[in-house]
């Protein structure tokens, strides 16, 4: 399956949307596939919309480029993607802002454990396909 990049300003990135869903609630959201980052972190506004009461979950520290810490909040949820659901533990991070990040971000556990990924920047698409399916 093939999703094309996205333009944010004059920038392309590897941006798909996926369907979340948790608590018999789902919605679209659309996530930058990252292949630097270790987890799937959300915003915390998105869990909250499934139903999710976020401070529940296990608190865990990330680093960003900066080396500033931020706090998330580990939940079980599915992630489906082309049709393809999977269920993953995901963060979901109350520090950051849709208007900074206007999108999650997908990663290593939950995402490149499940798919065989493969960027082609020339052609501005990304493609997918299941390593269980």
């Keep these: 399956m093939k999703f094309n990049y996205k333009r944010y300003g004059p920038i392309l990135r590897p941006v798909i949307e996926i369907k979340l869903k948790s608590n018999s609630k789902s919605l679209r959201y659309?996530?930058?596939v990252d292949s630097g980052a270790d987890f799937c972190i959300f915003h915390s506004e998105v869990g909250e919309a499934l139903g999710i009461?976020?401070?529940?979950?296990k608190p865990r520290e990330v680093f960003g480029v900066g080396g500033k810490?931020?706090?998330y909040y580990l939940h079980k949820?599915?992630?489906e993607v082309g049709g393809w659901p999977f269920e993953i533990e995901?963060?979901?991070m109350p520090d950051v802002s849709g208007r900074i990040m206007p999108?999650?971000?997908?990663?290593?556990k939950g995402f490149f454990d499940n798919f065989i990924?493969?960027?082609d920047f020339s052609k501005e698409e990304i493609e997918l396909k299941s390593r269980t399916k």
């Design 30 to 32: 659309e996530v930058l």
């Design 53 to 57: 009461d976020i401070k529940t979950g």
């Design 69 to 71: 810490a931020s706090l």
């Design 77 to 79: 949820l599915e992630i």
């Design 90 to 92: 995901a963060g979901f």
């Design 103 to 108: 999108y999650g971000l997908v990663g290593q």
């Design 117 to 119: 990924v493969k960027f």
